[in-house]
């Protein structure tokens, strides 16, 4: 059992950066792969990226690729997702998940799920 909590979203301008959290309550994260999705209203959660846990290689969606950076604190068991260059297109709620395995780029395959957190990005 995975349980997630995100923070540190908010509303920031075009052009901002914003570096969002995920804490995991499982301490035993090496055989999981970790990923952030986002939701915007009206819309299905889309894969922004991933990470495996044990070995740190990651995967991103290419609209984010470039901008976007996955991380983890192996010593804090969590999740990060830093965030450049942010536009109104990545307006969303932004979630974390957990998934045995590789990383998977749909949602179908997460069995744990954070809470979400919103980001607004105005221009």
């Known amino acids: 059992q995975v349980q997630l909590a995100e923070y540190g979203g908010g509303l920031v301008q075009a052009g901002d950066s914003l570096t969002l959290s995920c804490a995991a309550s499982a301490r035993a994260l090496s055989k999981y792969s970790m990923a952030w999705f986002r939701q915007a209203p009206g819309e299905g959660r889309e894969f922004v990226g991933g990470i495996v846990w044990n070995d740190g290689s990651t995967r991103y969606a290419y609209s984010v690729n470039g901008r976007f950076t996955i991380s983890r604190d192996w010593a804090k068991f969590t999740l990060y997702l830093q965030m450049n260059n942010l536009q109104s297109e990545d307006t969303a709620v932004y979630y974390c998940?957990?998934?045995?395995?590789?990383?998977?780029?749909?949602?179908?395959?997460?069995?744990?799920w954070g809470q979400g957190t919103q980001v607004t990005v105005s221009s």
């Open positions: 998940a957990a998934t045995e395995g590789y990383i998977q780029t749909t949602a179908e395959w997460y069995l744990y």
